[in-house]
């Protein structure tokens, strides 16, 4: 199956190094990228590689309180690499970290937190279930879940990153 977007290469050269199944690629509802069946039960896999000189790693560009859910059921894999100046720009380093779901939550849990309450910048969903319950009875009913249906579904963050360091603290090192 044929994979897009900006970081495939190295997405593609991970299925390929840990012998995973890909998935379609990119959408407009979070999709992992590959699978694997274990004594027949088939695992979702979500792969994610760093730039051993940038030492983070990018994660979407909406990540959403929906997302942080759906992101505790897939297993991660992590990959270290850099860049080559041969044809496929890049060679892992042999760093390799496998995460459950479970093992991502206190990130998750730290993301979870900005989207409820919020940053210097912008407010948080807590927020806006303060100021809906001073509206209520205010402002029509119907209107009021449209708001709180947009905010909801459309409030994320723009690519939080998660550090290379958060990997190997909380990852387990996969043996090449």
């Not at 001073?134 to 209107?143: A, M, N, P």
């Not at 449209?146 to 579904?153: A, G, H, I, P, S």
Request: charged share 30%.
């Amino acid at each position: 199956m044929a994979r897009v977007t900006q970081d495939d290469a190295r997405e593609n050269k991970q299925i390929e190094l840990f012998g995973l199944t890909p998935l379609q690629g990119r959408s407009n509802k979070y999709i992992p990228d590959a699978t694997i069946v274990v004594d027949k039960v088939e695992h979702k896999i979500e792969l994610k590689t760093s730039d051993v000189v940038k030492k983070q790693v990018s994660t979407a560009r909406n990540v959403t309180l929906p997302k942080l859910e759906e992101y505790k059921k897939v297993h991660w894999v992590f990959s270290q690499y850099e860049k080559t100046e041969d044809e496929d720009g890049f060679k892992f380093t042999g760093q390799h970290y496998y995460f459950s779901g479970d093992r991502l939550e206190p990130w998750c849990s730290a993301q979870r937190d900005k989207l409820m309450w919020g940053t210097k910048t912008y407010a948080g969903l807590g927020h806006w279930e303060e100021i809906a319950q001073v509206c209520k009875g205010r402002i029509d009913e119907s209107v009021m879940k449209r708001m709180d249906n947009v905010l909801r579904k459309r409030a994320g963050l723009n690519d939080p990153k998660i550090s290379w360091k958060y990997v190997q603290e909380h990852g387990i090192k996969l043996d090449n």
